[in-house]
């Protein structure tokens, strides 16, 4: 079994400034690799800033244009897997996306915010259609979602039936809503048997001010690490023993009775 090192950079990065983001990026690569972690988890929207408007649509980039290839690069000098987030455009299209780089560079996944929060985000962009979104890393099956999408247990329930094992969530997670962080992470990952690295941008930024309180929460439903207010890189590990012990224990998937639950969706 498996231990998977995750690293946690809690920062908004500069808003609007692509290079620089990617510096800050890549500095965190090269001090989070150095420090022995496989995966590099940064926030919501972390490539372009999250409160820029418009901006977002500017400098929205295809899944391979060249800020990709910039991280690409960039996971594959430290050794590194990297996963950052930005609006990606495809067609007439814009998408709060994801995406996730092995440590060789190769592209291991691309995850489009399924889930759009409020009416700022419903302006700039469009839905994404597919929510369980999964890579192999290290032994451990990844899943990835966004922010708000890990507020709907359904969710992250069809991670856990999938086979997730560390749930990345890159988040822009506001005041006065910390009680997400503190508590509805942590009680996700207990519920549905998975690691969640819920990875926060960190004060004011526009109209809005982001609390931090990134963390990574194991199946037990402790957290294994908590950022505090500021900007920090912060580290967990994952560990495949203890999910298949815990998964042991805890009767929740295997006592389920999905035969009940269609009346539910039915009701939507």
Known sequence: MSTLRTALLQSSGRPGDVSHNL??????????????????????????????????????????????????RIAAEHGIAVLYGY????????????????PDGERLAGYRKTHLYGDFEREWFTPGELPVVQAELGGLRIGV????????????????????????????????YEFVA?????????????????????????????????????????VRVRAGGAEELVYADADADVLKESRALNPYLADRRPELYGTLADRA
Do not use: K, W
């Open 23 to 72: 510096e800050v990026l890549e500095g965190a690569a090269r001090r989070a690799a150095a420090s022995g972690a496989d995966v590099l988890v940064s926030s919501e929207l972390f490539l372009t800033g999250y409160a820029i408007g418009e901006r977002l649509h500017d400098l929205a980039e295809p899944a391979d244009g060249p800020s990709a290839r910039a991280v690409a």
């Open 87 to 102: 609006p990606e455009r495809a067609g007439e299209h814009v998408y709060n996306t994801a995406q996730l780089f092995g």
């Open 145 to 176: 979602m966004i922010c708000y999408d890990v507020e709907f247990p359904e969710e992250v329930r069809a991670h856990a039936l999938a086979g997730t094992d560390l749930l990345l969530v890159p988040t822009a997670q506001l005041h006065p």
């Open 182 to 222: 503190e508590s509805v992470v942590p009680v996700r990952a207990f519920e549905s048997q998975l690691y969640i690295a819920y990875v926060n941008r960190v004060g004011p930024e526009g109209d809005f001010t982001f609390v931090g309180l990134s963390c990574l929460a194991g199946p037990d439903g402790v």
